[in-house]
């Protein structure tokens, strides 16, 4: 009987056919001031391609604190201000009475933006 899943390195394979991830690699390691680690790049892979923070932290032999902190303060903040600088995305603005926090940001809409920019099956690319 054949699964309806695709393997984790199935998704991966799918992603890097659909994005350009060297670009968006090398796009965030300009925001970010040094290239992204290879447990960036894998964090990320994961993520784009759906996983939460617990499949994720198994997959890579991880601690699943560990997955959550890179995703959610390493990232996700590299994305967000990528999209911004690209105007892909508006500024965030602080959360009602709390001058330095930013609104949550979503990793689906991230997947829709970044397709925008570094999908592949866009003639502009």
Not at 2 to 16: D, I, N, P, R, V
Not at 20 to 26: A, D, G, M, Q, R
Request: proline residues 5%; hydrophobic residues 35%; aromatic residues 6%.
């Amino acid at each position: 009987m054949t699964s309806l899943y695709l393997s984790l390195e199935e998704e991966l394979e799918l992603l890097e056919n659909q994005l350009n991830l060297e670009k968006l690699y090398n796009d965030l390691g300009r925001i970010k001031g040094t290239p992204l680690s290879p447990g960036q790049r894998e964090i990320l892979h994961l993520k784009l391609t759906g996983h939460d923070i617990d499949t994720i932290a198994e997959y890579l032999g991880k601690d699943p604190r560990v997955v959550a902190v890179e995703c959610s303060r390493s990232l996700k903040e590299y994305i967000q201000e990528l999209l911004v600088s690209e105007g892909l995305m508006p500024e965030p603005k602080g959360l009602k009475g709390k001058s330095n926090a930013k609104p949550k940001a979503n990793w689906s809409r991230f997947i829709i933006l970044l397709d925008r920019k570094y999908g592949k099956t866009q003639a502009s690319r």
